[in-house]
């Protein structure tokens, strides 16, 4: 437990871990990450993680991550309406609860940006976390950045940075 706590305090002396910028060949987006976190790909390539730690073996993120970025993209003709991103938001983790749900200002008639916070639990361990979803004219894009809720407000510090930076590619093919 002390290597996952200091997972998001990684780097620097103890401060905020260096971020570094990974591209999905596949889909086209960007997003920052901790340099340090493990990628291990999920579902064909369409659920990318960002992990303090490999999982363990034969075990999947979605049974044992507590502190972890994930990127899940999905083939849905959109912006799909409102109504349907809650939704769906609410259905692809192991999630209690979501708050703060709300348009973002970033977006056109051709992409919505979403952003919320989300309360989860893995393995009876329990998680918050911050997201975004955004979906476009063939794809959509769900990001959820979380840490276990006991440093949460460390962790939140970190996924507020990750989501800002991340880019969402072409969601028109």
């Not at 409102?82 to 979501?98: C, K, Q, T, Y």
Request: net charge positive.
């Amino acid at each position: 437990m002390a290597l996952a706590a200091a997972a998001f305090t990684a780097g620097c002396g103890g401060g905020a871990p260096r971020l570094a910028s990974y591209v999905s060949p596949q889909f086209g987006y960007t997003i920052p990450h901790p340099a340090a976190w493990h990628r291990v790909e999920t579902d064909g390539g369409r659920r990318v993680w960002f992990l303090p730690q490999a999982p363990p073996a034969a075990q999947p993120p979605e049974q044992t991550a507590v502190d972890f970025l994930v990127v899940m993209t999905r083939d849905d003709p959109g912006p799909l309406p409102e109504i349907d991103v809650r939704r769906l938001a609410m259905s692809l983790l192991p999630m209690h609860g979501v708050s703060g749900f709300q348009r973002a200002p970033r977006g056109n008639e051709e992409i919505a940006w979403y952003r919320f916070e989300l309360t989860g639990a893995t393995g009876g361990r329990e998680w918050a976390s911050v997201g975004l979803l955004v979906t476009g004219p063939k794809r959509l894009h769900y990001v959820v950045c979380a840490g276990a809720l006991e440093r949460w407000r460390t962790a939140q510090k970190v996924c507020d940075e990750v989501l800002r930076g991340f880019v969402p590619g072409d969601l028109s093919r």
